[in-house]
């Protein structure tokens, strides 16, 4: 396999990261040094190591990869959201982790097209592994250019949780699946004082259900060409705002959902103070048992005349992948133990036992101690799917959308100026 281990791919990987940090390109084709440049030694870029799902599994799995491979260490740095930038502030000085698992979103959709990590796709091929990955998931994570950007690893379904105990509470007696219903629950349930759907309207929770919400009447080749271009002004999309707009103003969101978060989300919904939240399935890995216990999940409701038949849900392949870097070449024996081991079938069932996760991976393993997670894998053909923006969005775009969003959710905020702030982010992006 090539890799970017040239003047070219040094100087491609500095200018492209460049224009997407704040930080200047080191100048200069100095020998690669890694962060730790000890070949027994493998340095692994995570967000699993704290309080994200899968970390305690995780950890125990790097010390089962020790036991077996006793001259090989992982080395683990850990990062939360701002792992990107770390990340990339150590490419530009030639001092990157050999492995980094992080989802494909934002910055990291250049990457590979910039140099700072390499296409994964013949190593896949050598090392026997495309068999284990879902067709759905080598789609996701393959570029335009037939670049696999890494090995795919968790994925995610993003249903809708509904606790029926709630429902009931407010004299609703099944689980709504178009709006007209959503809004008549949504009046009965503020009419016990309880939240209706909760979201996080100030981050990237709320951003997603507004993308859903509007792809309501569009296909997914319409949703696709609506965040590639940035033009929200098509008659489909339009109508997708309007329904927005009119579920939002009926009172269907909760109070000030505009200024709450994805924690402030999974709060109220798993104390029961809301009685509805689109969730990814990490979150619903977090309900509690109490709550689990008298929850159901679907699809978000539909409007009639919509393109779809069937309240709709979001799936992705892309929550986590293990990326190379040009480092990690360097290192390519290792790596591949190292991948040979997470790929390992009992590997993959122990995320989905013990964490809850969803897998980009082949696997008959069930979430039995996660219910919610579990049903929401069953639902198939209850709902359709429509389109994760994440793949389509321009970095540049990203932070801007999520701003939007903001403003979106603001009661009283009209469709054309949602419009407006939407387009306006493609542009000051």
């Known amino acids: 396999m090539r890799s970017p281990l040239s003047r070219r791919g040094f100087l491609g990987a500095g200018s492209g990261l460049a224009a997407a940090t704040a930080?200047?390109?080191?100048?200069?084709?100095?020998?690669?040094?890694?962060?730790?440049?000890?070949?027994?030694?493998?340095?692994?870029?995570?967000?699993?190591?704290?309080?994200?799902?899968?970390s305690p599994t995780y950890r125990a799995l790097v010390e089962e990869f020790h036991a077996e491979h006793p001259g090989l260490r992982i080395k683990n740095l850990v990062n939360g959201d701002d792992l990107p930038q770390v990340y990339e502030t150590s490419r530009l000085a030639r001092k990157e982790p050999d492995v980094v698992m992080v989802n494909l979103y934002d910055k990291t959709l250049a990457w590979t097209d910039v140099g700072a990590t390499v296409d994964v796709g013949e190593y896949l091929d050598d090392w026997g592994l495309r068999g284990r990955v879902l067709p759905a998931a080598l789609k996701e994570w393959t570029d335009d250019e037939g670049r696999l950007r890494a090995f795919p690893y968790f994925a995610a379904n993003w249903p809708v949780a509904f606790n029926t105990t709630l429902l009931e509470r407010a004299g609703i007696g099944s689980v709504p699946t178009t709006g007209d219903q959503l809004i008549g629950a949504a009046r009965k349930l503020r009419a016990k004082g309880l939240a209706p759907v909760t979201v996080g309207g100030n981050d990237w929770t709320g951003q997603k259900l507004l993308a859903q919400i509007i792809?309501?009447?569009l296909t997914p080749e319409e949703a696709r060409e609506v965040y590639t271009s940035g033009d929200f002004g098509g008659r489909g999309v339009r109508q997708g705002i309007d329904y927005f707009v009119e579920l939002r103003d009926a009172g269907v969101f909760a109070d000030k959902a505009q200024g709450l978060t994805s924690d402030s989300m999974t709060t109220q919904y798993n104390t029961e103070a809301a009685a509805i939240q689109s969730a990814m399935s990490s979150a619903l890995a977090k309900v509690p048992a109490r709550t689990a216990a008298h929850s159901e999940v679907g699809g978000w409701p539909i409007a009639p005349g919509a393109a779809h038949t069937r309240p709709t849900i979001m799936r992705s392949y892309t929550l986590i992948g293990f990326w190379i870097s040009p480092n990690g070449v360097r290192k390519i024996p290792a790596v591949e133990k190292f991948l040979r081991f997470m790929y390992r079938p009992g590997t993959v069932s122990r995320f989905i036992t013990e964490s809850g996760r969803d897998m980009a991976l082949v696997t008959?393993?069930?979430?039995?101690?996660f219910p919610l997670v579990a049903a929401a894998q069953r639902l198939g053909d209850r709902v359709d799917q429509v389109l994760l923006p994440d793949l389509y969005v321009p970095p540049t775009a990203t932070q801007p959308l999520i701003t939007a969003t903001s403003t979106a959710f603001t009661r009283g905020t009209d469709a054309a100026t949602v419009r407006s702030v939407l387009e306006s982010a493609y542009r000051t992006g």
């Open 23 to 54: 930080f200047p390109a080191l100048s200069g084709c100095s020998a690669l040094a890694s962060a730790d440049s000890d070949p027994g030694t493998l340095v692994v870029h995570t967000q699993l190591g704290t309080t994200a799902p899968g």
């Open 364 to 369: 008959d393993t069930v979430s039995k101690d």
């Open 215 to 217: 792809q309501t009447f």
